[in-house]
């Protein structure tokens, strides 16, 4: 029997709180709001198929420390009345030394627990599984930490987890944009797909295989380490020093609930599109 649209889902409005990877930087997209596109805008757009009254907006902004997102975003997105919210925090945080995942859970633990209140499903995300990863490699375990906090936050909310510690297809290079941070356009399409699947909804999004990247020598590799750390290593480095974000002066790319479509040109996830967090 075949299932009407308008029945695949209950969320009319959604809301989604965050720094740069629910901004979608990484996936740059000249169409959408902004000029990037990224998971949370392709969840919304699956979402609004057969919906005709579905709104979205997205206060994520690039930068964001988790108590920045909860000082600056959730009021906003709970006077938006929404019935689903999606939220990644903390991820800035853990890439600090002396974070503290614990503390940073704790503080998530009150947020979420007043999206509950307000009647909003909460999509909660973990961190993905990041062993392999220059720079936050070295934090894995302060992540893999948060993590098990985090489903302790979602059992007692009754919050849906997004698990990207679980997606191993992220391991992939093509995964990651060139700024080994963020994800790439197919990396932020796997987690929509990923995230669209955690919350039951049917959509048609298809899987997407990455081609092998080509073999590199050596001395290739080593280069390619060099042309990173002068790009997008070092630059982050001096914003810490400076006490600067890549989201100063930025403002959230959709503050207000609206109709979300697709970009206008159809076209397949690019595989690789500065560090900016």
Not at 126 to 151: K, M, S, W
Not at 206 to 231: F, G, K, N
Request: hydrophobic fraction near 40%.
């Amino acid at each position: 029997m075949a299932t009407n649209e308008s029945e695949q889902h209950p969320w009319s409005r959604y809301v989604a709180l965050g720094d740069s990877f629910t901004e979608g930087i990484g996936d740059p997209e000249p169409t959408s709001p902004g000029g990037h596109r990224g998971w949370a805008d392709r969840v919304a757009e699956e979402l609004s198929k057969g919906h005709q009254d579905f709104a979205y907006a997205n206060l994520a902004i690039r930068g964001r420390l988790l108590q920045q997102i909860l000082d600056e975003q959730l009021d906003p997105a709970l006077a938006l009345n929404p019935d689903l919210i999606s939220i990644s925090a903390g991820g800035n945080d853990l890439i600090r030394p002396g974070s503290d995942p614990d503390a940073l859970a704790a503080s998530l633990d009150t947020a979420v627990g007043a999206m509950a209140a307000a009647g909003a499903t909460v999509l909660l995300f973990n961190g993905p599984d990041i062993r392999d990863t220059p720079v936050l490699g070295l934090v894995r375990g302060r992540v893999a930490i948060y993590n098990e906090n985090l489903r302790t936050i979602a059992a007692r909310h009754d919050a849906v987890i997004a698990d990207m510690w679980s997606l191993r297809e992220l391991s992939a290079p093509a995964m990651w944009d060139d700024d080994r941070l963020h994800f790439s356009p197919l990396g932020h399409h796997r987690i929509a797909m990923m995230a669209l699947d955690s919350l039951n909804v049917p959509h048609q999004l298809q899987p997407l295989d990455p081609p092998p990247l080509p073999v590199r020598t050596w001395r290739e590799a080593r280069s390619e380490d060099l042309v990173w750390a002068r790009e997008f290593l070092v630059p982050w480095v001096l914003r810490r020093i400076r006490h600067q974000s890549s989201g100063d002066g930025v403002s959230a790319k959709r503050p207000t609930p609206g109709p979300v479509s697709g970009p206008a040109r159809s076209s397949s996830p690019r595989q690789r599109s500065s560090l900016g967090d």
